[in-house]
């Protein structure tokens, strides 16, 4: 019995730290698994804290280029609307002053019986700043810098006193009544319907001018000059750009050039007087048949040709000891006093709708 | 924007003008006025441009006490050409390589116009005089070959004409300075009393043709000296078409003169080949002018 109760106790002995050893590994399994289980866990939080962050920056620099695109085109909305268009109306005084400067682009004046400036006026780049104090006007790029491919348009009361600055840009006034000054470097100047003096200087720049009441008054260095229906005084200067002037009734005509040469075709007003200079151009005149004016030409080199009759007044008529010839002659009756001078251009008198 | 800073001397005088204007944007002011602290002979500089309207603004309101024309019409009269040494001395001289073509031209614009006044009443006195005289003067040939009297408008000596007649062939030493030291010796402009007419006539010392010549032309061919300075300067603030048709003008006209002093070499008596080469004289100093105050090239 006792080595029953022996073998009991050892068997039980034996077996006893058994289940104390399995249920300490089940722990240790246990507490492995909750490691894992929690690093799994910071793992997938990371990840998802990594993934947050991820969208977070995406989504803040999708926002910003959002932004940026914003602000670029607003920006370009503004300088658009600041410095693509300017339209606008203002009352002004009918004799003002109105100065309009085009650095970059072609300018058109319309003189209208409205005692207002109506200005609509674009550039492709650079702001347009337009100020008026109701006697004084001025619209000029905005920027000393000027503006691209500019083009005003301003209708003003005809009376205005207008002076115009522009460079390569064309310039057209037509209706203005008041006094105009227009200086352009190579762009051409076209004036149509002027009421007053009209002074003009360009370097290239052609000019045209049709119907001036006023005096004219015509400088260019290359451009060529062109007057038609002038009724006040004219002068025009210019070194090698041609001069024509047709239907002019003035009665003080000047006109100068180096090589350029003249077309005169006008009335010879009584007591008038036409003085023609030029170096190498050539001097045509064409004069009505019933023209009365002492006339007295000059050429050192050139070729005088008349349609008219040339009675010489005795005496000599060679200039000094040179070739040069001085011809100074009468045609009928009047006072007018017809001056040609050249150095070696030819001068050529015609009769008024007759060709050589 | 960028380009303009940081300003070195150069940069400062071609951003002056629009900062003096008030047109400069921001960063170009602020650009400006940190080299004028910088750079003492620019800030000197710009002190002196800013101080110039107040103290013009503060001068008081002058009225000559009495009419000075006459004094300056007899003055003109009596043919003492030499008008741009004063009016140059008047002038402020300019420190900077901008400011200078400006003050230039502005003085050369006086004195230009001064000789232009003088050609052109010597012009306007003359016309109607040689028209009136024609049967005088063929009667009356001694006034042009007499030796104690010398028509004025001659042209230089080969030596001296060979160029193209611009402002190279200036420097008639000796020719200027019988005109600036014989002031009393030159005749009032008009008609001699033999009636002819004669650009400028006065009586020589020398008796020596060849050293007579134009009492403008020297005057002018300074001018151009000068003026051609100016647009060399000014060249490169231009645009090249621009510079191209000026410079073809210049030689048009150049050859122009070339042609009137070979004529009138010839015929120097003649006062019609005298006015064609002051018509083309009054020209080229009109065009370099014109070009010495172009507006830079935008």
């Not at chain 1, 620099?61 to 920006?75: F, G, K, T």
């Not at chain 2, 060979?162 to 200027?176: H, V």
């Not at chain 2, 014989?182 to 010392?205: C, I, K, M």
């Amino acid at each position: 019995m006792s080595r029953h109760i022996v073998l009991l106790l050892a068997a039980l002995a034996l077996a006893a730290p058994t289940p104390g050893r399995a249920q300490s590994t089940d722990r240790e399994r246990e507490q492995e698994r909750i490691e894992r289980e929690r690093e799994r866990e910071r793992d997938r939080r990371e990840r998802d804290r990594e993934q947050a962050e991820e969208r977070a920056e995406r989504a803040r620099e999708q926002a910003e280029a959002r932004a940026e695109r914003d602000r670029e085109r607003e920006q370009t909305r503004r300088e658009r609307e600041l410095a693509g268009a300017l339209d606008t109306t203002v009352t002004f005084d009918a004799r003002g002053t109105v100065n309009v400067s085009c650095p970059g682009g072609d300018v058109i004046v319309t003189g209208t019986a409205r005692n207002q400036i109506v200005v609509k006026a674009r550039t492709e780049r650079g702001a347009i700043r337009f100020a008026s104090s109701g006697g004084n006007a001025t619209l000029e790029p905005a920027a000393s810098r000027g503006c691209n491919d500019a083009h005003f348009e301003l209708s003003v009361p005809a009376g205005v006193h207008l002076v115009t600055n522009t460079w390569s840009g064309s310039l057209r006034v037509s209706g203005v009544k008041g006094e105009i000054d227009a200086h352009a470097q190579s762009g051409d100047v076209d004036v149509r319907d002027a009421g007053d003096d009209v002074e003009v200087e360009t370097l290239s720049g052609d000019v045209t001018i049709q119907g001036a009441s006023g005096a004219v008054n015509v400088h260019t260095v290359s451009g060529d000059i062109s007057l038609t229906g002038g009724r006040g005084t004219v002068e025009m200067e210019t070194v090698s750009g041609d001069i024509e002037l047709r239907d002019v009734v003035s009665s003080q005509v000047r006109t100068n050039s180096t090589s350029g040469d003249l077309t005169f075709a006008g009335a010879i007003v009584n007591a008038g007087r036409y003085q023609f200079e030029t170096h190498s151009g050539e001097l045509r005149l064409e004069l009505p048949a019933n023209v009365g004016a002492e006339l007295s030409l000059s050429t050192f080199s050139g070729e005088i040709d008349s349609a008219f009759p040339i009675t010489l007044t005795p005496g000599a008529h060679g200039i000094g000891a040179s070739q040069a010839k001085k011809l100074t002659f009468s045609l009928g009756q009047g006072s007018a006093r017809i001056i040609a001078e050249t150095f070696s251009g030819d001068v050529t008198l015609t009769k008024t709708g007759r060709r050589p | 924007m960028s380009v303009y800073m940081p300003l070195d001397c150069d940069g400062f005088a071609a951003a002056l003008a629009d900062y003096l204007e008030g047109d400069a944007p921001d960063a170009v002011r602020a650009a400006v006025e940190a080299h004028a602290e910088e750079c003492a002979e620019c800030g000197a500089l710009l002190a002196d441009l800013q101080a110039i309207p107040v103290q013009a603004a503060a001068l008081p309101a002058l009225t000559p006490s009495r009419d000075l024309w006459s004094g300056i019409a007899e003055r003109i009269d009596a043919r003492v050409l030499p008008l741009e040494r004063p009016a140059a001395r008047t002038i402020v001289p300019a420190r900077r390589s901008w400011a200078r073509p400006a003050v230039a031209a502005a003085a050369l614009v006086v004195a230009t116009a001064g000789i232009t006044y003088v050609a052109t009443r010597a012009r306007y006195e003359e016309m109607p005089a040689a028209t009136a005289s024609l049967p005088a003067r063929s009667t009356a040939p001694e006034s042009v070959t007499s030796p104690r009297q010398q028509v004025a408008v001659v042209t230089p000596p080969p030596s001296q004409s060979g160029g193209n007649g611009s402002g190279t062939t200036m420097g008639q030493p000796g020719a200027q300075r019988t005109v600036e030291k014989t002031p009393a010796a030159v005749a009032p402009l008009g008609r001699s009393p033999s009636g002819t007419a004669q650009l400028v006539r006065r009586e020589t010392r020398r008796g020596d043709a060849d050293s007579v010549m134009s009492a403008t032309e020297p005057l002018y061919d300074r001018e151009i000296l000068k003026l051609r300075t100016i647009m060399k300067s000014r060249r490169s603030m231009l645009d090249p078409k621009t510079v191209a048709v000026l410079e073809q003008s210049i030689a048009v006209i150049d050859s122009a003169i070339a042609q009137s002093r070979s004529a009138l070499a010839k015929d120097p008596a003649s006062g019609f080949l005298a006015n064609q080469l002051n018509h083309s004289l009054e020209k080229k100093v009109e065009l370099l002018r014109t070009a010495a105050m172009l507006p830079a090239r935008t």
